[in-house]
């Protein structure tokens, strides 16, 4: 099951067994790829384009928000349908929480902090798109990033945009988030969980810096 730990639905899986999850959130669903590929008994799906029709997909224990984040997380805070349809706010602690929506760093951040409030001491997070490829891939705005790469004459449509500053502000002012960034193998993603760093000195004076 975990043989390619490459892919992210590999790398779930194994963190799914780590933790004893069983329930999922993943923020920035697309077409399912990952999504579809896990089981566990609870599984939430977040994305304001998904790229397939939920009435055609739903199984039990499975929901889909065709809404943009902050007003899936702004809908729990009220208790209004995201809450009802998911039964009990029992359930609104999730074990693995994947943060894979719009590439910014704003939306990044903002994603994780409202997760924070849907977690428990053991929740594992994954931050997709954790390191830029290059230059043109780390501009935030997607439509610049990619014709800045055309004007480059450099192949493909990357984006990561500037997630990377997320991991620099967690780094910085969440002394109790430990993290661990995966390279060279799939996309960098940063995985982090509820411990103290040992090692916390900031790397900048400000957030803006
Ligand atoms: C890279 S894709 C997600 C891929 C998916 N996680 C997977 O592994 O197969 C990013 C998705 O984020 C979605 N997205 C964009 N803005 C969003 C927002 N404000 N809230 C949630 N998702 C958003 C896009 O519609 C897109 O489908």
């Known amino acids: 099951m975990f043989e390619n730990l490459n892919y992210s639905h590999s790398r779930i899986a194994l963190l799914a067994k780590l933790n004893n999850a069983t329930n999922y959130l993943e923020i920035g669903v697309q077409s399912g790829f990952t999504f ?34 902050d007003d899936f997380f702004g809908d729990l805070a009220d208790n209004s349908p995201v809450v009802q349809e998911l039964s009990t706010k029992n359930q609104l602690a999730f074990d693995i929480i994947f943060i894979d929506g719009l590439h910014t760093y704003k939306k990044s951040y903002k994603d994780f902090i409202n997760s924070l409030t ?74 982090l969980w509820k411990t103290k760093k040992e090692r916390s000195q900031k790397k900048f004076k400000s957030i803006d810096d």
Not at 39 to 48: E, H, Y
Not at 156 to 176: A, L, N, S
Request: hydrophobic share 30%; net charge negative.
């Open 36 to 69: 579809f590929s896990g089981d566990l008994p609870l599984k939430v799906a977040v994305d304001p384009y998904l790229k397939f029709n939920p009435l055609d997909r739903k199984k039990d224990g499975e929901y889909f928000f065709q809404m943009p984040s």
């Open 118 to 191: 849907y977690s428990h001491e053991k929740t594992l997070f994954i931050i997709d798109d954790a390191i830029p490829c290059d230059i043109y891939n780390a501009i935030n705005n997607q439509e610049k990033s990619l014709s800045e790469r055309r004007r480059a004459c450099m192949y493909g449509t990357p984006w990561h945009g500037d997630v990377y500053k997320t991991i620099f502000t967690i780094h910085d002012y969440h002394p109790d988030i430990s993290y661990c960034t995966i390279l060279n193998a799939g996309n960098p993603q940063t995985i």
